[in-house]
């Protein structure tokens, strides 16, 4: 008796809550959000993990990077170290494009090889120039007017949203085997890009809702990085030539919305482009020689060759040069980072524009030919962050101030492109540069 009275009293000093059906439910829903949560967290790892490449490691910095603090003051040119009165020229970043015009991946250290960085813009995606597709077996006169011409984010900004992985093979993966075909083709490529919404009704715009919490909703497509003889074979990979600049190399077709394959067919939508979209690799049968500026084969003992890039192995690009642009373009003008310009070296360390007369250094113990200045194009009104194209700047800066080679005194220069003395040698970010030999240059057109 004692204990109801005592329970009677605590009821009339405890306010009684009268929830409406509303406040039901979204008091039930905010006690069982945080088990959802963590339950979808886990699901979404899981199958991140289980995509990722078989007895492979991914290529790439794995923490913030080395170029988080490039628009710091102390990278201007005249603030930056020096000893004895001599600049203490530093490689400050490392970057490689495995697809051409796409998203890069940054590098602590790499391996440079005849053509460049290795693993540098050995894919690149092209666009039918023609209007009717003809056969594989067509004769030369069908095929006359057949063109794969390759694409940039000069004409397509977009392409900066498209982002690349490498996943090399790694014998101490826990899941390494020989028997797996990523180990068998070298590795892997994968390619990313943003998913268009597509989603049709209430429950499924809710469930793309839900899982844009925890991450943007992409496309994901892997690619066999060096297919065998077997799988080209088996997946039904066939070659053409593709026009890039006033080149025609043979190379592979990986993948093609000529063949109906959903992926590509979902990227073209994304790019915007009307004409059949293919996805080409590098072939070793047909190689691009560089010649022009660069050092000839009785110089160097070999005669450089490129795969997608535009026309040199290597770019290097000094943040100084990029600070002093950015402070002479106008206030409102979006902010310009070492990225616009798409370098492989990033360099610290010496004064803006110095690295004009350079005609030969060394990067740690390699040496390596300044073959000439980078001419600029309109891509680096792109910004890589969002692939939306600014409608003047920095080219209107860069041809106000940079113009200044004989060879194209129409255009404006920033960067110089290089070409290694060997056909093999390491590079790591900190290694210090030397300079060997300056001089004038004189760009060569193609």
Same mark, same amino acid.
């Given at each position: 008796? =004692?204990?109801?009275?005592?329970?009677?009293?605590?009821?009339?000093?405890?306010?009684? %809550?009268? %929830?409406?059906?509303? #406040?039901?439910?979204?008091?039930?829903?905010?006690?069982?959000?945080?088990?959802? /949560?963590?339950?979808?967290?886990?699901?979404?790892?899981?199958?991140?993990?289980?995509?990722?490449?078989?007895?492979?490691?991914?290529?790439?910095?794995?923490?913030?990077?080395?170029?988080?603090?490039?628009?710091?003051? @102390?990278?201007?040119?005249?603030?930056?170290?020096?000893?004895?009165?001599?600049?203490?020229?530093?490689?400050? =970043?490392?970057?490689?494009?495995?697809?051409?015009?796409?998203?890069?991946?940054?590098?602590?250290?790499?391996?440079?090889?005849?053509?460049?960085?290795?693993?540098?813009?050995?894919?690149?995606?092209?666009?039918?120039?023609?209007?009717?597709?003809?056969?594989?077996?067509?004769?030369?006169?069908?095929? #006359?007017?057949?063109?794969?011409?390759?694409?940039?984010? @000069?004409?397509?900004? #977009?392409?900066?949203?498209?982002?690349?992985?490498?996943?090399?093979?790694?014998?101490?993966?826990?899941?390494?085997?020989?028997?797996?075909?990523?180990?068998?083709?070298?590795?892997? /490529?994968?390619?990313?890009?943003?998913?268009?919404?597509?989603?049709?009704?209430?429950?499924?715009?809710?469930?793309?809702?839900? !899982?844009? &919490?925890?991450?943007?909703?992409?496309?994901?497509?892997?690619?066999?990085?060096?297919?065998?003889?077997?799988?080209?074979?088996?997946?039904?990979?066939?070659?053409?030539?593709?026009?890039?600049?006033?080149?025609?190399?043979?190379?592979?077709?990986?993948?093609?919305?000529?063949? $109906?394959?959903?992926?590509?067919?979902? /990227?073209?939508?994304?790019?915007?482009?009307?004409?059949?979209?293919?996805?080409?690799?590098?072939?070793?049968?047909? !190689?691009?020689?560089?010649?022009?500026?660069?050092?000839?084969?009785?110089?160097?003992?070999?005669?450089?060759?490129?795969?997608?890039?535009?026309?040199?192995?290597?770019?290097? /690009?000094? %943040?100084?040069?990029?600070?002093?642009?950015?402070?002479?373009?106008?206030?409102?003008?979006? @902010?310009?980072?070492?990225?616009?310009?798409?370098?492989?070296?990033?360099?610290?360390?010496?004064? #803006?524009?110095?690295?004009?007369?350079?005609?030969?250094? @060394?990067?740690?113990?390699?040496?390596?030919?300044?073959?000439?200045?980078?001419?600029?194009? &309109? %891509?680096?009104?792109?910004?890589?962050?969002?692939?939306?194209?600014?409608?003047?700047?920095?080219?209107?800066?860069?041809?106000?101030?940079?113009?200044? $080679?004989?060879?194209?005194?129409?255009?404006?220069?920033?960067?110089?492109?290089?070409?290694?003395?060997?056909?093999?040698?390491?590079?790591?970010?900190?290694?210090?540069?030397? !300079? &060997?030999?300056?001089?004038?240059?004189?760009?060569?057109?193609?």
């Amino acid at each position: 008796m =004692s204990f109801m009275l005592k329970a009677s009293r605590l009821e009339r000093l405890i306010p009684k %809550l009268e %929830l409406s059906l509303t #406040a039901y439910i979204a008091a039930t829903t905010a006690c069982f959000l945080p088990a959802i /949560l963590l339950a979808l967290y886990y699901v979404f790892d899981l199958q991140r993990r289980q995509r990722e490449p078989k007895g492979c490691r991914k290529l790439g910095l794995p923490v913030e990077s080395n170029l988080a603090d490039q628009h710091h003051e @102390r990278y201007s040119g005249a603030r930056q170290k020096q000893e004895n009165g001599i600049a203490d020229w530093r490689v400050k =970043s490392l970057w490689i494009y495995p697809v051409k015009s796409c998203r890069g991946v940054e590098l602590n250290r790499g391996t440079v090889i005849g053509t460049g960085m290795e693993y540098d813009r050995q894919f690149c995606f092209a666009q039918l120039a023609s209007k009717f597709p003809v056969a594989h077996d067509a004769s030369l006169e069908e095929k #006359a007017d057949h063109k794969w011409k390759f694409i940039t984010q @000069r004409s397509i900004a #977009a392409m900066a949203m498209i982002e690349t992985e490498i996943w090399l093979p790694d014998p101490s993966s826990p899941t390494h085997s020989k028997t797996y075909a990523e180990v068998q083709n070298g590795g892997v /490529l994968v390619i990313r890009f943003p998913k268009l919404d597509t989603e049709v009704g209430i429950v499924r715009s809710l469930i793309s809702s839900f !899982v844009s &919490l925890f991450a943007t909703r992409k496309d994901y497509v892997r690619i066999p990085f060096d297919p065998t003889e077997e799988q080209i074979k088996s997946n039904g990979y066939t070659t053409d030539h593709m026009e890039i600049w006033k080149d025609f190399p043979k190379s592979l077709m990986i993948a093609s919305t000529e063949r $109906d394959e959903p992926w590509i067919k979902d /990227l073209r939508s994304f790019l915007g482009i009307t004409n059949h979209l293919a996805l080409f690799r590098v072939s070793q049968e047909d !190689v691009r020689e560089v010649y022009r500026c660069a050092p000839r084969k009785d110089e160097v003992g070999y005669q450089s060759t490129v795969g997608f890039q535009d026309a040199y192995p290597l770019h290097i /690009l000094n %943040l100084a040069s990029v600070h002093d642009v950015a402070s002479k373009m106008k206030q409102d003008a979006p @902010r310009l980072g070492a990225m616009n310009f798409r370098p492989n070296i990033v360099i610290t360390g010496g004064e #803006a524009y110095a690295e004009d007369l350079w005609k030969r250094i @060394r990067i740690g113990e390699h040496q390596y030919y300044v073959a000439c200045r980078t001419v600029r194009c &309109l %891509l680096p009104n792109v910004n890589p962050a969002t692939g939306v194209r600014h409608g003047s700047e920095p080219n209107k800066t860069l041809k106000t101030h940079r113009r200044i $080679d004989e060879g194209d005194p129409k255009n404006a220069c920033l960067g110089m492109q290089m070409v290694p003395a060997k056909e093999h040698s390491k590079i790591k970010v900190r290694d210090a540069i030397e !300079v &060997l030999e300056t001089g004038e240059h004189f760009y060569i057109k193609q």
